[in-house]
């Protein structure tokens, strides 16, 4: 893909690059590719998991470890960030985890406990973040943040369980900031991505039957990580300037299908014979 000099001159924060697999992996290639300097963050225990600090040599970018369900953690990046960046034009979240789902606790005994740190690491730091770049004052006018979301917030998949739930706070907490984030000239917006083989993606049993369900049902079959990437850089960029509070979809069509044919022939045949 050539550059298109997108996000050029811009400085940011991306976190949740886990390792090459993650969606915020491709997004941090391709918002080098338009330009962007940014720094790179993910929690503390990320650090022995994961492969960070490869993307970060490749990028030439500094990595803030942070706990994103941490007050402090979240308060000293956006002070070491703005020290290192001065003010910054974007912010991506793309941080998830479904602790009953990874646990194969299944949804009809869900652990409170767990569930309530699902919705904090998933959607609720999505919240702490926001409120944190605002009260450092890290953010600039005209900035984009963005998150990463699942149509499971919206319509019921079966082994997405507690993560649905998330997402749906997820999207909600981008309305709502982003009708307060309006004054501050800042644009807030989620990308519903297809499914996705991440290690959060992989986390869920059944992943492989959503991804290949998706896969037949999207006219243009499952939007990749890479593609993601390429999408999430126009909505980080002033190209989008006007688009705000949104949950747009990257999803290959699957949000405007009904039923494919190749869903509807094996019945027909079935109920034929
Ligand atoms: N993979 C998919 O199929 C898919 C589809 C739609 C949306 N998403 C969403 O995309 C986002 C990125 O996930 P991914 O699929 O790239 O998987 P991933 O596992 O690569 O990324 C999830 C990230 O969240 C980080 N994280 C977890 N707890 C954290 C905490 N307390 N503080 C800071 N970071 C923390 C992890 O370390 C990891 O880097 C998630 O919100 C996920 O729900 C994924």
Same mark, same amino acid.
């Given at each position: 893909m050539n550059s298109y000099g997108l996000l050029a001159g811009k400085t940011g924060v991306i976190f949740g690059a886990l390792n090459e697999s993650s969606i915020a992996w491709a997004i %941090? =290639?391709?918002?080098? @590719? =338009?330009?962007? @300097?940014?720094?790179?963050? #993910?929690? $503390?225990?990320? @650090? !022995?998991?994961?492969?960070? &600090?490869k993307l970060a040599e490749a990028s030439g970018s500094p990595v803030i470890w942070a706990d994103a369900t941490k007050d402090g953690d979240l308060q000293t990046l956006f002070e070491q960030v703005k020290m290192h960046y001065g003010q910054i034009d974007f912010i991506v979240h793309a941080i998830g985890m479904g602790v009953n789902v990874r646990k194969r606790v299944p949804y009809e005994k869900l652990n409170y406990d767990w569930y309530a740190k699902t919705l904090d690491i998933s959607a609720v730091s999505l919240h702490r973040i926001v409120h944190h770049s605002l009260e450092t004052g890290a953010m600039r006018h005209g900035g984009s943040i963005l998150t990463i979301t699942y149509i499971g917030a919206q319509r019921s998949f079966s082994h997405y369980s507690e993560m649905g739930d998330a997402k749906a706070l997820l999207e909600s907490i981008v309305r709502t900031w982003g009708s307060r984030l309006g004054k501050y000239g800042i644009r807030i917006n989620a990308i519903s991505q297809s499914p996705t083989r991440t290690t959060a993606g992989q986390g869920i049993s059944g992943f492989d039957a959503m991804y290949e369900f998706g896969n037949q049902m999207? $006219?243009?079959? #499952? %939007?990749? %990580?890479?593609?993601?990437?390429?999408? %999430?850089?126009?909505?980080?960029? &002033?190209?989008? !300037?006007m688009v705000t509070m949104q949950t747009l979809y990257h999803d290959g069509g699957f949000s405007s299908m009904g039923i494919a044919s190749e869903f509807v022939q094996p019945l027909m045949e079935k109920l034929k014979g």
């Open positions: %941090a =290639e391709a918002a080098l @590719r =338009e330009g962007a @300097r940014f720094a790179l963050s #993910n929690a $503390p225990v990320a @650090r !022995r998991l994961g492969s960070l &600090d999207s $006219p243009l079959g #499952n %939007a990749d %990580a890479a593609s993601c990437g390429d999408y %999430a850089v126009t909505l980080l960029s &002033d190209l989008t !300037r």
